[in-house]
């Protein structure tokens, strides 16, 4: 028998345009120039895929168990990252969280295949899954086999899901995977960050982008997407303004608990089509923390903040012929990138936010969403309103 039934299976497969506003619509102002999707699909080549699982538990003992989850898929050269990998790496700011496959990112420098994000209890079906996708659609390498070490992060999504009901299954993996595509990402309430909270907040999936100026006639793009699930309500800055110490009612538990902590995790996802090598992509996936930093995020003990960065370029060079030949900017070069990933990482993170709605989840528990009225006010009353265009 079917665990659950699901008042709307797959609300949300593949990406689709965003009818809410997002972060800049509500007048929030950020530095840069992002893409003109403003997401990380302006990166070229890069196409995502998300399935969005909300439903009830069936069955008279599971009565108020909901399913708030799903999962996202990114694919750095769309459906070509079942043949050729690209230069990657990760950092991880604190690790109380979990990213398969980066004992052999570290150790190779490359990224084979998708990023994959989900709840805490599924990493172990979606990696599973991701192998049984690439031997059905890639062909066998020299040996026969695929040998396969998916990319698969998490964070938490049990205070609104019924985490253990172990719901992200096979199928949903191969939807996402098989259905990613370019264009206007999906954000907020969908894919992996279906049931996800940040600051105390209704978060998710966040994602957006910048155009680099680094002085040679070449241009570039690095682009982020965000899975959300950190953070304390008193914390919480957006464009520099203490929101967090204003916005305290309705907060996600019925009252403050003096000794909370960071115990939320991120996943931060960062993507540029700039010839990079894997020592400077670390350079870069370390920056996101500096975009978390703004946030007013101290990546607390308890918190899973994992960063992993890629580059689409050099893609002759990444064959698997026995000698290859790269291309990579100077090291002297990479300050506009390193502002870039800050800029468009926390971009991303209040994308996530403006964009989620409130939910209730397993067992009658809630998250309010940042209410967009009173976001606004505050803007304008430190004066960092920014008009939207």
């Known amino acids: 028998m079917m665990k659950a039934i699901l008042a709307a299976a797959l609300l949300a497969s593949s990406v ?5 506003p997002r972060a800049r619509d509500l007048g929030v102002p950020f530095d840069g120039t992002p893409g003109p999707l403003n997401a990380i699909t ?4 890069v196409t995502v895929g998300q399935v969005t699982l909300i439903g009830d538990v069936a069955g008279e003992p599971s009565k108020g168990r909901k399913i708030r989850t799903g999962v996202t898929a990114i694919l750095p050269r769309g459906r070509d990252s079942l043949n050729t990998p690209a230069f990657g790496a990760w950092f991880a700011l604190n690790g109380n969280g979990e990213m398969t496959g980066t004992a052999w990112l570290e150790e190779s420098g490359q990224l084979e295949g998708p990023v994959l994000l989900t709840n805490t209890h599924s990493v172990g079906v979606v990696r599973d899954a991701a192998i049984a996708w690439r031997v059905r659609e890639g062909g066998a390498d020299a040996s026969g086999y695929w040998w396969s070490l998916p990319v698969v992060a998490e964070t938490w999504d049990g205070h ?3 985490i253990n009901g172990f719901h992200v299954r096979p199928e949903h993996v191969q939807q996402a995977l098989s259905g990613a595509k370019g264009g206007p990402v999906a954000e907020g309430n969908v894919g992996g960050g279906t049931g996800m909270i940040c600051h105390e907040f209704k978060c998710g999936i966040g994602t957006a982008s910048r155009r680099v100026a ?5 241009s570039f793009t690095v682009g982020v997407l ?3 699930n950190y953070g304390l309500r008193d914390s919480l800055r957006i464009a520099g303004v203490p929101v967090g ?3 305290r009612n309705d907060r996600v538990y019925s009252e403050p608990d003096p000794k909370a902590a960071d115990t939320g995790s991120i996943i931060i996802v960062v993507a540029t089509d700039a010839p990079l090598l894997p020592h400077q992509l670390k350079r870069l996936a370390k920056r996101a923390g500096m975009g978390l930093a703004r946030m007013g995020s101290y990546a607390g003990n308890g918190s899973g903040d994992i960063f992993i960065a890629f580059s689409t370029a050099n893609r002759d060079g990444l064959t698997g012929a026995a000698k290859g030949r790269a291309e990579f900017l100077g090291n002297d070069g990479l300050d506009p990138y390193f502002a870039a990933t800050v800029q468009a990482t926390e971009e991303a993170i209040v994308n996530a936010m403006v964009a989620a709605r409130d939910m209730v989840g ?3 528990h809630y998250a309010k969403a940042i209410p967009h009225d009173e976001l606004i006010a505050l803007l304008k009353r430190y004066g960092r309103y920014a008009p939207p265009r």
Do not use: P, R
């Open 16 to 20: 689709c345009a965003q009818a809410s």
């Open 42 to 45: 302006d990166v070229a080549g």
């Open 160 to 162: 609104l899901n019924d």
């Open 214 to 218: 680094d002085g040679t006639n070449s």
């Open 226 to 228: 965000v899975q959300a």
């Open 245 to 247: 110490q204003h916005i």
């Open 362 to 364: 397993t067992e009658g």
